[in-house]
Structure formats: structure tokens, C-alpha cells
């Protein structure tokens, strides 16, 4: 039979496992809240801890805590910070009261170890106490946000590099393919001459613009509410603490933490979060027409994606484009993450946002989908290849190519040669117009260099 503790709270009494960190308060949830069957994202375990860090610091330098209770409540962080302890924090993502059973989880972890390093029992609150001591002069309502906002500015730092390297990859592509020619497409039907590289450019140029958003939306979460305690105006905390702790978190955190001016809103409002899951939003739509793209070229053999696995069970030697499948079917729970965000972020009441997991939830695996995604894309993009023979196939075939040479012969003159090309029944439109208006001018026209010209050079006009 399993060892347990009794622990009390305003309900009255419970049996919680002797081994377990957390106390009575986490022993609730988990009996409340069986719904997603997933923890919360532990990265905002971590930045949790390390808000209780800079709060017991701050208590500890104010004299509202002893030497011996804070030197252990901020060890006991730190070993949450790094990693420790994660299977302590079983609480539901999706658990109702604005994030205080995530708080009350941290807390009784962070008491109960630090009751252990103190060489007592857990349980033994008298030592060190979840809310007279690990809670001293918070709320749910300032140290869920903060925690919040930073765990999103350590992610979208990460993000950040990895976009910068998936726009590397597209970049190195745009290079190796500059001289390839090809034929353009648009609604899904030929259009006008491009060359490969220039495509790539463009899924270059869409990542850049991501990584500028991304780098960006970092001051969107900077301002911060913690000394707001329950709705912003710092009830129970002493001005000096609310002043302190925010410097004492932004040394901690290395990030440029501020306090909002109005804290009340700070609190109540969640728009900065809606704000960063729209750019992130705007990434996912860019990854999600980069891979269909990429799976359009590949079915039209101008490309060749790398071959990452069998395709199919019944089909001998099928193989699909599983990455970027992958790739769209993450961008579509990105973007469906997103509606959850603006929902939960409008659906806040007067001083305090009730549904901040749901949000926390969504933002957090967005920002962890996409760097996953991107990570994948890396190697995936280095490994693709160009066709370069089935490209010119395309091109020297496509009617759309007489286009080139309307500033050269006219619209007219340009009409009358297809229609020729066409009574005539050939195959080859190139070689076609070689034969009609000579070999210098067909290859000047359709050289890479030409095409991908900025408009043509008006020589009337030295323009």
C-alpha cells in the first residue's frame, strides 16, 4: 500500500502520496480537471520558478524572509529552472481558474523540496509554507502572465534562429538555381519565364519577412504585470517589492522586462499574446504555400524532394513528399491555435483574463510546433534538387514563352508566330522561333539574366 501525508486546506482534509512533491492544492486539480490529459507546457513550469525565484530573492533582500527560507525556496527554483522535478507538475493544460492551480502546483513543489533540503518532511509547511512563503506578496493573476511572457520571448528567440537558418537554406537554393530557366505559372496554368533560382527567391524573401516579424514581436511581451498581484494595483504586496521584484526578474531572465505604468491593464488585457500568435500565424501561412509549392514542383518533376521514407503500404516503390505534408499540417494547427488565442483573449471578464491556460496552451505548442517544423525543413530544403532538363522541357514547349519577345517583334508580329506554331504542330516553340527570328536574338531573350531583368531596358529612353 502506498505511503501518503495528510494535508489540510479550507475543504477540508486528503491523503496526498508520501513521495510527491506537491501538496493538496494539486491533488484537487488533478481530481477536477481530467480533460485534455496533457501536463502544461513545461517550459512555463520553468519561467513560473523563475518568477518564485526573483520574488524570494526580492523577500529575502526586504527582510520578509529569513536567510534559511529563501536560500532554499531559490534552490529549489533552480532545480525546476533546470529541468528537475518535471513529473511534479501533473496539472491539466486545460484546468479552469486562470492558471491558480498551475501557481498553487509550483508553489507546494517548491515548498516541499525546499522543506527536504531544509532536512525535513514534506508536508511540514511550518518550515517553509506554499503561500506565506513561496507566494509571499503574489497572485495567480501577476505571476501566471509574466510567466507567460517569458516563456514566449525564450521561444521566439529559438524561433528566431531557426528561421534565419531556414531562410539560409532557400537562399543557398536561389544560388545553386539562378541560371536555370523555366516556365512561370499562375492559377495553375503557364504563364511567362522564370527562372528556378527566382522562385526560390521568393520563399527566401516570405521566411525573411517571418524572421523579421518574430524577432519583432519580443517587445510585444516585455512589459509585464507582476507586483500587480490580484487585479493590477499591488493589494498585499509592499511598494518596495513591486519596485524591486521586476528588476530582480529582468537580471534573472536577461531579458528588458518592464513594468506596465497601468498595471490594472496589464492584467486584465491579454492582446500582446493575440498580437504574437497573428505573426506567428503569418509564418505558418508562409510554410504552408512554401510546401505546397515545393509538393507542385516535385509532382511536376522540376524538383526533386528527398526521399525520406516508403510512401505507401499496398504500392511498391511509391514515395510521397511526407515532410511537406507535415509542413502544411503543422501551419493548419497553427493557424487553428491562433482562433483559440483570440477567443480566449476576448473572452477575459473585467480585471483578470479566467482563460489564460487555454491560451497558454495554444501560443506555447504553436511556438514549439514551429520550431520543430522549421528544424525538419532545414535539412529537408538543403536536400532538394533541381531537374534541370525537365525545366527547359517545360519551358521550350510552353506557348506562354512568345511573351518574352513582345518588346522585340510587337503583339501582333508575336500573335501570328504561335498561331503558326501552332498550325504547324510542332513540339518545340524554341526551336520554333530559332528557326524565325534567328538563334541571337532567341537566346538573348530567353537567357536567365533577361528574364528575370527588372522590365527591359528602354534604350529610347536610356532607361
Request: aromatic share 4%.
Given at each position: 500500500m502506498t505511503e501518503t501525508r495528510i494535508e489540510k486546506d479550507q475543504l477540508g482534509e486528503k491523503a496526498i502520496p508520501a513521495e510527491a512533491y506537491y501538496g493538496i492544492h494539486t491533488a484537487r486539480a488533478l481530481e477536477n480537471f481530467k480533460i485534455s490529459g496533457r501536463p502544461v507546457n513545461f517550459s512555463l513550469i520553468k519561467t513560473i520558478?523563475?518568477?518564485?525565484?526573483?520574488?524570494?530573492?526580492?523577500?529575502?533582500?526586504?527582510?520578509?524572509?529569513?536567510?534559511?527560507?529563501?536560500?532554499?525556496i531559490v534552490a529549489a527554483a533552480e532545480e525546476i529552472i533546470d529541468g528537475a522535478l518535471k513529473e511534479q507538475f501533473p496539472v491539466d493544460a486545460l484546468a479552469g481558474g486562470a492558471g491558480t492551480s498551475v501557481n498553487m502546483n509550483v508553489n507546494e513543489v517548491i515548498?516541499?523540496?525546499?522543506?527536504?533540503?531544509l532536512g525535513r518532511q514534506k508536508g511540514e509547511y511550518a518550515v517553509?509554507?506554499?503561500?506565506?512563503?513561496?507566494?509571499?506578496?503574489?497572485?495567480t493573476n501577476d505571476v501566471y502572465p509574466t510567466a507567460l511572457k517569458i516563456a514566449c520571448i525564450y521561444a521566439l528567440r529559438t524561433l528566431s534562429i531557426k528561421i534565419t537558418a531556414l531562410q539560409g537554406a532557400f537562399q543557398r537554393k536561389e544560388k545553386e538555381f539562378a541560371s536555370i530557366v523555366k516556365i512561370g505559372r499562375t492559377e495553375m496554368q503557364e504563364a511567362v519565364p522564370i527562372t528556378l533560382g527566382f522562385e526560390f527567391s521568393a520563399f527566401a524573401e516570405a521566411v525573411a519577412r517571418d524572421r523579421w516579424r518574430t524577432f519583432k514581436s519580443e517587445e510585444r511581451l516585455r512589459v509585464v504585470n507582476i507586483g500587480g498581484t490580484a487585479?493590477?494595483?499591488?493589494?498585499?504586496?509592499?511598494?518596495?517589492?513591486i519596485f524591486q521584484?521586476?528588476?530582480?526578474?529582468?537580471?534573472?531572465?536577461?531579458?528588458?522586462?518592464s513594468r506596465n505604468e497601468n498595471v490594472v491593464d496589464a492584467t486584465a488585457n491579454s492582446d500582446p499574446f493575440v498580437e504574437v500568435s497573428g505573426i506567428m500565424k503569418a509564418h505558418a501561412v508562409n510554410i504552408i504555400k512554401i510546401a505546397n509549392d515545393l509538393r507542385l514542383l516535385n509532382l511536376l518533376g522540376e524538383i526533386k524532394l528527398p526521399e525520406?521514407?516508403?510512401?505507401?503500404?499496398?504500392?511498391?516503390?511509391?514515395?510521397?513528399?511526407?515532410?511537406?505534408?507535415?509542413?502544411?499540417?503543422?501551419?493548419l494547427k497553427v493557424i487553428a491555435n491562433d482562433g483559440l488565442v483570440t477567443d480566449a483573449a476576448a473572452r477575459g471578464t473585467l480585471q483578470i483574463n479566467e482563460f489564460l491556460p487555454v491560451m497558454a496552451e495554444a501560443l506555447l505548442e504553436t511556438l514549439d510546433l514551429l520550431i520543430n517544423i522549421d528544424e525538419a525543413l532545414l535539412k529537408y530544403i538543403d536536400g532538394i534538387t533541381a531537374d534541370e532538363a525537365k525545366c527547359k522541357e517545360y519551358f521550350e514547349k510552353s506557348p506562354a514563352l512568345i511573351t518574352a519577345f513582345l518588346p522585340n517583334i510587337g503583339y501582333e508580329a508575336s500573335g501570328k508566330l504561335l498561331a503558326e506554331f501552332k498550325e504547324a504542330k510542332k513540339e518545340n516553340l524554341r526551336e520554333f522561333l530559332t528557326e524565325k527570328l534567328g538563334a541571337e536574338l532567341v537566346n538573348k531573350v530567353l537567357s536567365p539574366y533577361a528574364l528575370v531583368a527588372l522590365g527591359y531596358r528602354d534604350d529610347a529612353n536610356n532607361s
Open positions: 520558478a523563475l518568477v518564485k525565484k526573483a520574488a524570494a530573492q526580492t523577500n529575502h533582500e526586504l527582510k520578509y524572509l529569513t536567510d534559511e527560507k529563501a536560500q532554499a515548498a516541499n523540496r525546499a522543506i527536504e533540503l517553509v509554507d506554499p503561500f506565506k512563503d513561496v507566494n509571499l506578496h503574489q497572485s487585479v493590477g494595483t499591488g493589494i498585499g504586496a509592499p511598494k518596495s517589492y521584484v521586476i528588476e530582480k526578474l529582468r537580471a534573472l531572465s536577461g531579458l528588458g522586462l525520406l521514407q516508403a510512401g505507401s503500404s499496398i504500392m511498391p516503390g511509391k514515395i510521397n513528399p511526407v515532410l511537406a505534408e507535415a509542413a502544411v499540417q503543422t501551419g
